[in-house]
Antibody
Framework: QVRLQESGPGLVKPSETLSLTCTVS????????WTWIRQPPGKGLEWIGH???????NYNPSLKSRITISVDTSKIQFSLRMTSVTAADTAVYYC???????????????WGRGTLVTVSS | DIQLTQSPSSLSASVGDRVTISCRAS??????LNWYQQRPGKAPKLLIY???GLQSGVPSRFSGSESGTEFTLTISSLQPEDFATYYC?????????FGQGTKLEIK
């Protein structure tokens, strides 16, 4: 059974950098896209971006200038770094596994439990 | 960005009812449409992939269909555990996007 677990600070100050790590267990990190998704309190889901196990990335253009997603295959972890955060970045951050299924189809079949990150001084 | 518009935004129904939730894409997304269920305080759970594929372990009362850019999630007979929020998601184009959600409540 694949499991994902987010870890990182729950409180970040405005203008500082948010850093989260997702640890994968119970499966290989290869042949999948490892994804970050966020959900502001009481609102919908926003795709942040993903990384393939080889290291290639794809980011949401609205966040691209502030984010970096990286992968450490030896530790079976991937990470999100978001700079210059504001209160608008307050959200539950989920990591998820995106499984490709031909063409442009990807679906998120495994999710972490999510971690709330609050941006406040 | 591809917009996904779900309707209705909220829905009240009773156990045993048949319900349908729609998701309209702003352009062709070539069946790259998935459905998720999210219970309060929990991560979303994959129900349907590629518009009509039933994810392993998901009850058969859930089904998906498509007609052009219109996608539908159907629950044939509501069970108590089905009261949740449902999201559609497209992976065809960057950025991947989600519908705004449909909250299914008990009548």
């Amino acid at each position: 059974q694949v499991r994902l677990q987010e870890s990182g600070p729950g409180l970040v100050k405005p203008s500082e950098t948010l850093s989260l790590t997702c640890t994968v267990s119970g499966g290989s990190i290869s042949s999948h896209y490892w994804t970050w998704i966020r959900q502001p309190p009481g609102k919908g889901l926003e795709w942040i971006g993903h990384i393939y196990y080889s290291g290639s990335t794809n980011y949401n253009p609205s966040l691209k200038s502030r984010i970096t997603i990286s992968v450490d295959t030896s530790k079976i972890q991937f990470s999100l770094r978001m700079t210059s955060v504001t209160a608008a970045d307050t959200a539950v951050y989920y990591c998820a596994r995106a499984s490709p299924s031909g063409g442009w189809l990807y679906y998120f079949d495994y999710w972490g439990r999510g971690t709330l990150v609050t941006v406040s001084s | 960005d591809i917009q996904l518009t779900q309707s209705p935004s909220s829905l009240s129904a009773s156990v045993g009812d048949r319900v349908t939730i729609s998701c309209r894409a702003s352009e062709d997304i070539r069946s790259c449409l998935n459905w998720y269920q999210q219970r309060p305080g929990k991560a979303p759970k994959l129900l349907i992939y590629a518009a009509s594929g039933l994810q392993s372990g998901v009850p058969s009362r859930f089904s998906g269909s498509e007609s052009g850019t219109e996608f539908t999630l159907t629950i044939s007979s509501l069970q108590p555990e089905d009261f949740a929020t449902y999201y559609c998601h497209q992976s065809y184009s960057t950025p991947q996007t989600f519908g705004q959600g449909t909250k299914l409540e008990i009548k």
